[in-house]
């Protein structure tokens, strides 16, 4: 009898929470979302209501909230009373062995499913919007993965090194010609350089003041990007970039373009290609180099860093060259992807540098878990691939209204994303790690006996 009485007051203690969450979202989204105010014919503000949306949004959070109360939260407190299992599923293990060169092999067969699929008049968007936008961030993800998950430095303007290595490849490239495998060097030892000017002052901050500065560095480049009209043409941004070509071959519909000289018909699917497999052989120079790193004295050094630099101080490492080394690194990466970002795009404008591309990498990082690369990459794909997906997403509009734009609530459901995973996994979705030095045998290190000092 007493159980009966417990569940039941359970039960509605979890309606009542939810009611209460429900009426919570109600105040918050009632101003935001169930008013509108939109130009009419005789160009008027007029204000409008969009009641069906609102009342759907929050009787999916009332309702969310009690399956939470009833289900989601018991299983947790159960789970939490289990004894802790010392060995590792077989199936974790047969996972870990041959989930790399899986994936590996089907990003490099990829555009060949798609076109398979869809053919090319359809393979553009699944092999541009998807293959490669997904792998830019996830460059951009495994290079800000060298400061913020191996040398714990908490780095908000990173996008500033993305915008160096844009900029320098379409000034040069425009200016003097240069070609792109010239210039992708080039722009990554520019932006290699900038991260070093960045990380002289910031060698006595960490935590909070870092991130303050590292932020406020990034905003200073966009603002000078903005206002060097003379150089960067300001808000009007650089157009008629030269796009990079196949050993000298343009990808263009002349005599001596691609599909001439090699009696192809035209079409704009063989530059995506070749521009998709430039990226990802970019991305897995990247990860395989920060692999590298990870397991010399540097990539210990740096992670020494983070877990304490005092202690890092009293073992002799050289805390200066180590956080100048991560800052110089994870910039170079940027400049590679942001070299690349030019020649794809054609057109560069300061809109494609803003703080929400810095606080977007980072949350690919946070969210994938820092110091892991497997785990990086799968937030990029779920990110970017996922806000590609939105935009797909048309019939929302037969039940949300004509005006409804499921892209306009993608950062709603990033933050969401990010209460769960802080709840669920707070150090990330894969929160091991591999040793990088180890005694007689390989055995992984669980993420929650390690001590993060986050620099």
Request: glycine share 10%.
């Amino acid at each position: 009898m007493a159980e009966v009485q417990a569940q039941r007051s359970d039960v509605a203690a979890a309606f009542r929470d939810a009611a209460l969450t429900a009426l919570i979202a109600l105040g918050v989204f009632l101003p935001l979302i169930g008013f509108q105010t939109i130009n009419n014919i005789h160009n008027e503000i007029v204000l409008t209501t969009r009641w069906p949306l609102l009342f759907a949004l929050v009787a999916i959070i009332g309702c969310g909230r009690l399956c939470y109360a009833l289900a989601v939260d018991p299983w947790l407190r159960r789970r939490a009373l289990r004894p802790v299992k010392a060995e590792v599923p077989a199936w974790r293990t047969f996972v870990g062995k041959w989930f790399v060169p899986f994936a590996i092999g089907f990003v490099i067969v990829y555009p060949a499913i798609i076109l398979g699929l869809v053919g090319f008049r359809g393979a553009l968007k699944w092999v541009d919007n998807f293959g490669i936008q997904i792998l830019i961030y996830m460059m951009l993800g495994w290079g800000l993965n060298i400061v913020v998950g191996l040398a714990g430095l908490l780095d908000l303007g990173y996008v500033a090194f993305y915008a160096v290595g844009a900029y320098s490849y379409a000034l040069l490239a425009k200016e003097f010609g240069f070609s792109f495998w010239i210039l992708l060097p080039l722009a990554g030892c520019l932006a290699s350089f900038w991260g070093v000017l960045l990380g002289f002052p910031v060698l006595r901050l960490r935590g909070d003041y870092l991130a303050i500065v590292t932020l406020a560095f990034g905003e200073i480049i966009r603002i000078v990007i903005v206002n060097f009209v003379a150089l960067t043409n300001g808000y009007a941004g650089i157009s008629g970039i030269p796009r990079p070509s196949f050993f000298g071959i343009p990808f263009n519909a002349d005599d001596d373009g691609f599909a001439a000289v090699f009696h192809l018909p035209f079409t704009p699917v063989y530059r995506t290609l070749f521009l998709y497999y430039v990226i990802l052989a970019l991305a897995l120079l990247t990860c395989y180099v920060t692999v590298r790193l990870r397991r010399l004295p540097v990539g210990r050094a740096w992670e020494a860093l983070r877990e304490d630099e005092i202690a890092c101080r009293s073992l002799g490492i050289n805390t200066t060259n180590t956080k100048l080394t991560a800052f110089a690194m994870g910039a170079m990466f940027a400049g590679f992807a942001g070299s690349f970002f030019a020649a794809r795009q054609g057109f560069i404008s300061p809109e494609s540098f803003t703080f929400l591309e810095s606080a977007t990498i980072l949350s690919i990082v946070v969210l994938g878990g820092m110091g892991s690369q497997i785990g990086v990459a799968i937030a990029a794909i779920v990110m970017i691939g996922g806000t590609e997906i939105m935009r797909n997403l048309d019939f929302l509009k037969d039940i949300f209204g004509p005006t409804f734009d499921p892209t306009q609530y993608r950062m709603l459901i990033f933050g969401f994303a990010m209460v769960l995973i802080m709840i669920w996994r707070p150090r990330g979705l894969i929160s091991t790690r591999s040793p990088s030095v180890f005694l007689k045998e390989r055995k992984t290190i669980s993420a929650d006996l390690v001590g993060e000092g986050h620099g």
